[in-house]
C-alpha cells in the first residue's frame, strides 16, 4: 500500500529524551515551517495516544547570517507554549545536532533566552550546556493560597533560570500533591501574568537533592526539568544548604549535575536519541 496516498506525506521527526524529559524534534532547516505557525503543530504531535506524544517540540533551523550560532531552535511546550529556555531540551537539541552534522560537539546555538553553549561528549551520551545567568532572585516569600477549599501556607524562593521557577523546600518529597500545589502556585497572582515553574526539594544529603517539578506549558508533573534543577540548585547555594556543584536527582530516578561557578552556570545530564519516524499532518488534522 502507497501510505501517502493514504495519509499524506510524512513528516521526519527525532524523539529525544533528557533525563525522562521527552521531545519531539524536527529539521526546519528544509522543511521550512513559519515560527507563526508552529504552535498548530506542535498541539497534535505533543498529544499523548492521539499523536507521537512529548513534554514539547524543538524546530532546528538556520541561524542569522553572521549571528556566529550553529543554528538557531524554536522551543514549545507541548499546550503550544513558546518558551524562552529548556534545559533537558537544550542538551537534546545539542546531542541531536551533533549527530546530524548541523554543529560540532562544541558549539553556541541561539535561543529565546539567549546564546547557549554545548559540549557533546562523542564517547558518551553526556550533553553539558552552559545556561544564561540566573536573575530575578527572591528568597523567603510567604505565600497564602486555598487549595481545594482548604487554606495552605508556605514559604517559596523564586529565580529565573531561563525561564521562571518557584521553589519549596520539603522534608518528604513523597508526600506532597505535586499536581494540586503546584498548579496553584503556578497560577498565583503573585507570579502574574506569566505565571511560574514549581519545583519540591529534598535536601538528601552533602551537595545532593532530590527533586520533583510542575511544570508551567505541558500542566503537569515531569520526570525532569533542567531549568527547575538549576533553580532549586541556585536558591540551595544561597540558602547555604549546597555548595558550587549539586547532584540532582528526578522524579524519572535520572540525575542532573548543576555547576555554579565564577558566574556561570551549567547543566549536565544525558540526552539520549530513542527513535526517529513520520508522522502525518493529514492524519493529526495539520493543515499542509
Not at 107 to 120: K, L, Q, S
Not at 130 to 148: A, F, G, Q, W, Y
Amino acid at each position: 500500500m502507497d501510505l501517502e496516498a493514504v495519509c499524506g506525506p510524512s513528516v521526519p521527526f527525532f524523539k529525544m529524551q533528557g533525563c525522562g524529559n521527552d521531545f519531539v524534534c524536527v529539521d526546519n532547516r528544509e522543511l521550512g515551517y513559519d515560527p507563526e505557525a508552529m504552535p498548530d503543530i506542535v498541539v497534535p504531535v505533543c498529544r499523548k495516544a492521539f499523536g507521537v506524544g512529548a513534554d514539547g517540540m524543538i524546530f532546528l533551523d538556520h541561524a542569522p547570517e553572521g549571528a556566529g550560532l550553529a543554528y538557531i531552535w524554536h522551543f514549545f511546550n507541548a499546550d503550544g507554549s513558546r518558551a524562552e529556555m529548556c534545559g533537558n531540551g537544550s542538551r537534546c537539541a545539542a546531542r541531536l545536532a551533533w549527530m546530524l552534522g548541523i554543529a560540532p560537539a562544541s558549539h553556541v546555538f541561539g535561543t529565546d533566552a539567549g546564546p547557549i553553549e554545548a559540549a557533546v561528549d562523542p564517547d558518551s551520551n553526556l550533553v553539558t550546556v552552559r545556561l544564561t545567568s540566573p536573575k530575578d532572585l527572591r528568597l523567603n516569600i510567604d505565600m497564602e493560597m486555598e487549595v481545594e477549599g482548604r487554606h495552605h501556607q508556605m514559604t517559596l524562593h523564586s529565580v529565573n533560570t531561563g525561564v521562571p521557577h518557584a521553589v519549596a523546600f520539603v522534608d518528604n518529597l513523597e508526600t506532597v500533591d505535586v499536581w494540586q500545589l503546584g498548579r496553584t502556585v503556578r497560577h498565583h497572582e503573585f507570579f502574574n501574568p506569566a505565571g511560574t515553574n514549581m519545583n519540591f526539594v529534598a535536601v538528601t544529603g552533602k551537595g545532593q537533592l532530590s527533586l520533583r517539578t510542575y511544570e508551567r506549558g505541558v500542566e503537569d508533573e515531569t520526570y525532569a526539568c533542567g531549568t527547575g534543577a538549576v533553580a532549586s540548585a541556585v536558591i540551595a547555594k544561597e540558602l547555604g544548604l549546597t555548595g558550587e556543584e549539586t547532584a540532582i536527582t528526578t522524579t524519572g530516578g535520572e540525575e542532573l549535575g548543576v555547576i555554579l561557578r565564577d558566574g556561570k552556570t551549567y547543566l549536565r545530564g544525558a540526552a539520549e536519541l530513542v527513535f526517529r519516524g513520520g508522522f502525518y499532518p493529514q492524519s493529526l488534522g495539520i493543515e499542509s
